[in-house]
């Protein structure tokens, strides 16, 4: 709570003819923060002395000492936002005791918790003669109290257990547009939309029959409903205070409306990149399905080519007036088979083509790399290259995107290849890749060696940046866009530097279940 005046002297200066007076802000120690004495030569060195010192170790006698402290920190406990009597001695400059009863008021600043009390004592020797007077310093310190409400920057609004509007501060006003004397005694609800609005004695009555919190003293995000019929988010603190059984809660409320529309710009801007970064995706595949079109044509064209040899053969048995329907049969029963195959084909391509948003899925990744495998078939740069698996069992499944995941393979075997292909000393040794699964730890890893010719160390920390490449035709956004998807995984992809011959690259996924 921002206060700007929450001076205690306008207090003091009113009683300052008739009483010895006492106008003290102390913290939750007791240390004093503000003082004002009436007449100043209460104590017999100026009262401001006592700044920073412990009230109740400098100026209360020995024996009363303690239970005042312990008194005073009770009052933290109560959080009572009322008046308290606690009558205690005090030593003054004529080093008499001198009894003073003591009026106690919270005070808040910058937080929903109580950080101090603003106290006032009047000589009690002296307080008959003067009743009045202790009237007029009560009226101040509540006004005193008003100011400190009317300044906060924050909301604050005081109910009663039936939900009816006891306090109403500046704050609030401007924030929910009503004036005070508009919602005093109205319910609360009135600031709430639906759902809240119906619910909210309920859940009052619920709280004070079985004591359970489901508010009090936790800070929540929950939507306030303007006069003008607008709806914002607000941030609400709660606390309660019970006087003589009487209870009361006060809601201190912060609009955070400017702050939601931060991370709401912030969240359609991560939006924006995620977007950039699937659409890089899909054209890094596109690309690579373009560069891999003759292989997707030949794949192809051996089912169609055997549907269209199995009709043909299928028309002859029938012009030949079916001699054989089990030839026929047979040729039929190809012909679905092969049908069937180059649908297959033609869906697995399409779905790599056209997917661009994420889809996560349980997958055993070991059958995952198996698909991968058989699809490099159709890639002429990989068909003459031994692929051999190494795999961990049984493998959990894992949570992942499979089309991206089978991206990642892909180019991690058809950079292998690429090596391995422009490498002297590979092309006499048999070219291989190697694909380890290993699960360690809920962390399953991923491994694709190859027997290349390695990377040079100066390039090992480039070869992720995007447009890195030392190939001819190269992009340079393979390795870019696999890491990005992995990191979207929650998992990472790196190259083992430690590796002598040939490269290693590996992936990781978290485990998030094992079956
Ligand atoms: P591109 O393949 O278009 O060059 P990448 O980002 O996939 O883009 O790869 C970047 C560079 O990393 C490659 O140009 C190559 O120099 C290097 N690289 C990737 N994989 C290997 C590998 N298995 N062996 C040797 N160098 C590799």
């Excluded at 914002?232 to 019970?242: A, D, G, I």
Aim: hydrophobic residues 35%; charged residues 25%.
């Amino acid at each position: 709570m921002h206060v700007e005046n929450n001076s205690i002297a306008p207090c003091a200066n009113e009683l300052s003819h008739s009483l010895n007076t006492i106008l003290l802000l102390l913290d939750r120690e007791g240390i004093v923060k503000q003082i004002e004495a009436h007449p100043p030569s209460l104590f017999n060195f100026p009262s401001t002395h006592l700044l920073g010192k412990n009230w109740f170790k400098t100026c209360v006698p020995d024996h009363t000492c303690q239970n005042a402290l312990l008194a005073f920190q009770k009052l933290f406990d109560n959080k009572t936002h009322q008046l308290k009597h606690q009558p205690y001695p005090i030593i003054t400059s004529t080093h008499k005791e001198h009894r003073f009863i003591w009026y106690s008021l919270p005070h808040f600043d910058n937080k929903p918790s109580m950080n101090g009390i603003f106290l006032v004592g009047f000589d009690i020797a002296q307080l008959t003669l003067s009743k009045h007077s202790v009237d007029i310093a009560l009226q101040r310190v509540t006004a005193n109290a008003q100011v400190v409400l009317d300044n906060a920057v924050e909301a604050i609004i005081r109910i009663c257990p039936q939900g009816k509007v006891l306090t109403f501060n500046k704050s609030a006003e401007t924030m929910f547009g009503y004036t005070t004397k508009e919602v005093l005694g109205k319910s609360i609800n009135l600031l709430m939309p639906t759902p809240d609005r119906e619910q909210h004695d309920q859940y009052i009555k619920h709280y004070l029959k079985t004591g359970d919190k489901k508010i009090i003293g936790i800070d929540r995000e929950v939507l306030g409903l303007r006069k003008d019929g607008t709806i914002f988010p607000m941030e609400l603190s709660v606390s309660e205070t019970k006087i003589e059984n009487e209870h009361s809660f006060t809601g201190i409320i912060r609009d955070i409306s400017e702050r939601k529309d931060a991370e709401e710009k912030l969240r359609l801007r991560d939006q924006e990149l995620q977007e950039i970064r699937h659409r890089i995706a899909h054209m890094d595949r596109l690309n690579v399905m373009g560069e891999m079109a003759t292989g997707i044509a030949h794949e192809l064209n051996q089912p169609l080519t055997a549907i269209a040899t199995y009709a043909q053969a299928s028309n002859r048995l029938l012009n030949n007036t079916l001699k054989n329907t089990n030839d026929l049969s047979h040729a039929l029963m190809q012909i679905n088979e092969q049908a069937q195959r180059a649908g297959k084909i033609i869906r697995r391509l399409r779905s790599i083509i056209t997917r661009q948003q994420q889809v996560y899925q349980r997958t055993n990744i070991n059958i995952l790399i198996l698909e991968t495998i058989e699809l490099t078939h159709m890639d002429s740069k990989i068909k003459d290259i031994t692929i051999e698996t190494q795999f961990f069992t049984p493998m959990p499944d894992v949570e992942l995107d499979t089309i991206q995941i089978q991206q990642v393979l892909l180019n991690l075997i058809r950079n292998a290849a690429d090596a391995m292909k422009h490498h002297h000393e590979t092309q006499t040794k048999n070219k291989k890749i190697i694909i380890r699964t290993v699960v360690e730890s809920h962390v399953l890893r991923v491994e694709v060696i190859d027997n290349g010719p390695g990377i040079p160390s100066a390039e090992k920390s480039e070869i992720f940046n995007p447009f890195f490449t030392t190939k001819n035709d190269g992009m340079g956004m393979g390795l870019a866009i696999c890491r990005s998807i992995l990191t979207a995984h929650g998992g990472e992809l790196d190259v083992n530097i430690n590796n002598k011959e040939g490269t290693e690259f590996y992936f990781t996924l978290p485990i998030h279940f094992i079956n």
